[in-house]
């Protein structure tokens, strides 16, 4: 079984802060991790996953994650916060590409 | 990039009707593609995996006979809800994997918001 477990349902920082979304997951064979973003009545946009490769990964608009077997997490970062990342942000677990499962999500919030 | 279409992206309907949503893959063939319904707030929740030219694959507590999938082509799979009631009111969200240029990548689709009255 995979479970994914996203510390925070919500999280506010200032513009041009550091972001951090956590992630940690539970997997019984190597996982598969993948965040993606939600804006409001849409669907999700791929930011970046890790399919066992380099454990640093590097995604779209800035954000990057790195797999840590170690503590089993997956926390997501970006550098500088820019007002167009508030947005739904979820955390996935998957073996392979397959059934996917997603954590709660982390509502973040860009203060001006 | 690959992109995935729904269809209708609103719908409301009274209770005991059925409705039916479309997916399409627009530049790509997809032979699985999957179902997921979303609450208010909360998480993507995998309905059932759905596969060209065979039956869909349910998760546990999904009524199959409720939710109607159909994957009749590589790039069309429709959701139907049968016998509509006002707690299936949900978004509903689509994705199609995409195998090509060596990679492997669930592309998702902008999501149904289903209202049943």
């Known amino acids: 079984a995979q479970s994914v477990t996203q510390l925070g349902s919500h999280v506010s920082v200032s513009e041009g802060a550091l972001v951090l979304l956590r992630c940690n997951y539970s997997?019984?064979?190597?996982?598969?991790l993948f965040w993606y973003v939600q804006y409001p009545n849409q669907g999700l946009q791929l930011l970046l996953k890790?399919?066992?490769?380099?454990?640093l990964v590097k995604g779209i608009n800035g954000f990057e994650a790195e797999f840590k077997k170690s503590e089993t997490s997956f926390h997501l970062t970006k550098p500088s916060a820019h007002m167009s990342d508030a947005a739904e942000y979820f955390c996935?677990?998957?073996?392979?590409?397959?059934?996917?499962?997603f954590g709660t999500g982390t509502r973040l919030t860009i203060i001006p | 990039g690959a992109v995935v279409s729904q269809h209708p992206s609103r719908v409301i309907c009274k209770s005991g009707t059925s409705v039916k949503i479309e997916c399409r893959s627009l530049?790509?063939?997809?032979?699985?593609m999957f179902w997921y319904r979303q609450f208010p707030k909360q998480s993507l929740m995998l309905m059932a995996t759905?596969?060209?030219?065979?039956?869909?694959?349910?998760e546990q507590g999904v009524e199959k006979d409720k939710f109607l999938i159909n994957h009749a082509s590589l790039t069309l799979s429709t959701l139907t809800v049968t016998s509509a009631h006002p707690e299936d009111s949900s978004f509903y969200i689509c994705?199609?994997?995409?195998?090509?240029?060596?990679?492997?990548?669930?592309?998702f689709g902008p999501g149904t918001r289903l209202t049943v009255l």
């Open positions: 996935a677990v998957g073996n392979g590409n397959e059934k996917l499962t």
């Open positions: 530049d790509f063939q997809a032979t699985t």
């Open positions: 997997s019984s064979v190597p996982p598969y």
């Open positions: 890790y399919t066992s490769a380099a454990t």
């Open positions: 994705s199609a994997r995409y195998y090509g240029s060596g990679t492997d990548t669930q592309y």
């Open positions: 759905s596969n060209e030219g065979s039956k869909a694959t349910y």
